[in-house]
């Protein structure tokens, strides 16, 4: 099974080291894994054009055409994405816009797939849980299952206090926990259905 990770930062720091922990437990539980980074790729906002609805594809040329073939081939899809503004990155709203040009293609294209949310933030209660909202408010919308670690500490999925360092995330036992319990659920949620 393929596991196809975004990391959303535009600077590759706490919250790459976060989700290249995930990818990297994954890997050796025997998953195939592949990770996009957001750093230095042209990824433009969607301009609503209705391009996609009438081609069956984005007018837009840029970096999400990599982006297109890791949500297609993947089983399991993972968002990972720093806190700004109490929110998503930028680049991980422009992905989630974009990925309209895949449902003109086929409204089911990514149904059934299994979604799991890392949120990195500076602050302890910087915004992850609206992160993680985001997130699984795309997986809904496409029809990905989203999962989480469960009560008690990954309500919503992996949160981190990366104190804007990534040494402090390391440090971060609480947040590395949620991980590993959302990444356990992820690995029975891929197992079960996939």
């Known amino acids: 099974m393929k596991i196809f990770g975004i990391c959303a930062s535009p600077r590759n ?17 025997g998953f195939e894994t592949e990770m996009f980074t957001c750093q230095s790729k042209d990824i433009k906002p969607c301009m609503h054009c209705d391009y996609c609805l009438e081609h069956k594809k984005c007018i837009i040329q840029d970096d ?13 899809i993972i968002l990972a994405t720093p806190v700004q503004n109490g929110g998503i990155s930028s680049y991980l709203s422009a992905i989630m816009d974009r990925t309209r040009a895949l449902e003109a293609i086929d409204y089911n294209i990514l ?12 602050d302890r209660t910087g915004g992850q849980d609206f992160a993680h909202l985001k997130n699984i408010t ?9 999962v989480s670690g469960g009560p ?38 891929l197992n079960k259905y996939i």
């Open 13 to 29: 720091n706490t919250t790459e080291y976060a989700l290249s922990k995930a990818m990297r437990r994954l890997n050796e539980e």
């Open 64 to 76: 999400m055409g990599d982006v297109y073939k890791g949500l297609l081939t993947a089983d399991g």
């Open 138 to 146: 795309y997986f809904m919308i496409h029809g990905i299952i989203p």
């Open 152 to 189: 008690f500490g990954s309500n919503l999925g992996a949160s981190f206090w990366s104190k804007d360092s990534l040494d402090d995330i390391k440090e971060d036992y609480y947040g590395m926990d949620s991980l590993n319990r959302t990444l356990h659920e992820f690995e029975n949620f």
């Open 111 to 122: 149904r059934g797939k299994i979604g799991m949310s890392i949120t990195v933030g500076g």
